[in-house]
């Protein structure tokens, strides 16, 4: 089959559309033929040699796809041939096959055509677990999210609102914030604003009490200063690349956490529990239109480096998907 591969580290040009053997079905696997992948940051971070692959995944990128299952495994019940999933993906999800562990997938929901399902998995799966299942955000608190355009960053907003929270979120163009004003955030131009005075602000001093941080750096100190007393600040990446120190006695006044976090190498049961979460409490919000997938554009699978170029720029908005094939495109 043909898959998109890395055969040495460095820019997007890297990427190669490559013949690759088909993966091996398990007992408790699903095959599907893919209709459309999503992109993450740890795409570029693997491309880039900086994020390998857990034992045992694919050596070639995609951490989420979607697409028609063609074969189950014999111990798999629920799911059978002919279904429209998406999955959560330990790596291999740039293809035109996918194996994944039954667990980790997803009917495609109502009202979200196949190709356009691919952008929910990640997303849904990083928010959900970090800001609700870990972080404990409740109706009535405040969410701050950087990164807020992103594609993890517009699930967050919109989740947090549906579930009654006050949400802040950080952008780095007029346009963009106007975006996140639009889905109901208060946005912040983090090059032309101090979010921690606009938090402050905002919230009447009190802070934020759940943070969702993707930049890392010296963004760590900052988010202290930000944060509620008993809040927590949620580390799933650190972008910035560069290494974060803070005062031990500035956390400890504010009585707050810090809680790092990554979901691909995590045992199979817990990102089964995690999956199993979504499906119970996000996917009723997706098909009630309530949370949708915000998709900024599309690339043919031959030209994902093209793909990754436009993730890499930032000006997306939402999600970056590859489209594989051409089936299975129309609403359910």
């Known amino acids: 089959m043909k898959a998109i591969t890395i055969p ?6 890297v990427l190669e559309l490559s013949d690759v053997p088909v993966p ?6 699903i095959r599907f033929r893919v209709a459309g992948a999503g ?3 740890a795409d570029i971070s693997q491309r880039q040699g900086h994020y390998p692959p857990p034992a045992g995944a694919p050596a070639w990128p995609g951490l989420e796809a979607s697409g028609v299952v063609t074969e189950v495994g014999s111990a798999v ?7 429209t999933v998406c999955a959560l993906l330990p790596g291999g999800g740039y293809a035109e096959q996918v194996v994944v562990d039954a667990g980790l997938t997803l009917p495609v929901p109502a009202g979200v055509s196949v190709p356009d399902a691919a952008a929910l998995p990640e997303a849904a799966a990083t928010v959900w677990s970090n800001v609700f299942m870990l972080g404990g955000l409740k109706p009535g608190e405040t969410l701050l999210v950087h990164g807020g355009t992103s594609g993890i960053g517009t699930m967050a907003v919109q989740l947090a609102i549906a579930l009654g ?5 950080t952008a780095g163009s007029p346009g963009k914030v106007a975006f996140l004003e639009r889905l109901g955030a208060t946005g912040v131009n983090y090059r032309t604003d101090d979010f921690v005075d606009r938090v402050s602000a905002a919230t009447g001093g009190r802070g934020a009490d759940v943070i969702l941080d993707m930049v890392g750096g010296d963004y760590l100190p900052r988010n202290i200063a930000a944060l509620a007393v008993d809040g927590r600040i949620m580390c799933i990446a650190n972008r910035s690349g560069a ?3 803070f005062q031990m006695g500035a956390l400890m006044h504010k009585r707050g956490r810090i809680w790092a976090t990554t979901i691909r190498a995590r045992p199979i049961g817990e990102r089964r529990e995690i ?11 997706v098909e009630a239109r309530r949370v949708q997938p915000i998709i900024d554009s599309v690339f043919e ?3 994902a480096a093209a793909a990754h170029e436009r993730m890499e720029s930032s000006a997306h908005i939402g999600k970056i998907l590859l489209r594989v094939g051409r089936g299975a495109v129309t609403p359910d």
């Open 165 to 169: 929270s006050r949400v802040i979120a």
């Open 275 to 285: 999956v199993a979460s979504v499906r119970e409490h996000v996917w009723p919000l």
């Open 77 to 83: 019940t629920g799911i059978a041939v002919g279904d």
């Open 301 to 303: 699978l031959a030209d």
């Open 24 to 29: 091996a079905l398990e007992a408790n696997d």
């Open 39 to 41: 992109l993450n940051g």
């Open 8 to 13: 040495r580290f460095g820019s997007a040009d």
């Open 243 to 245: 290494a974060s120190s």
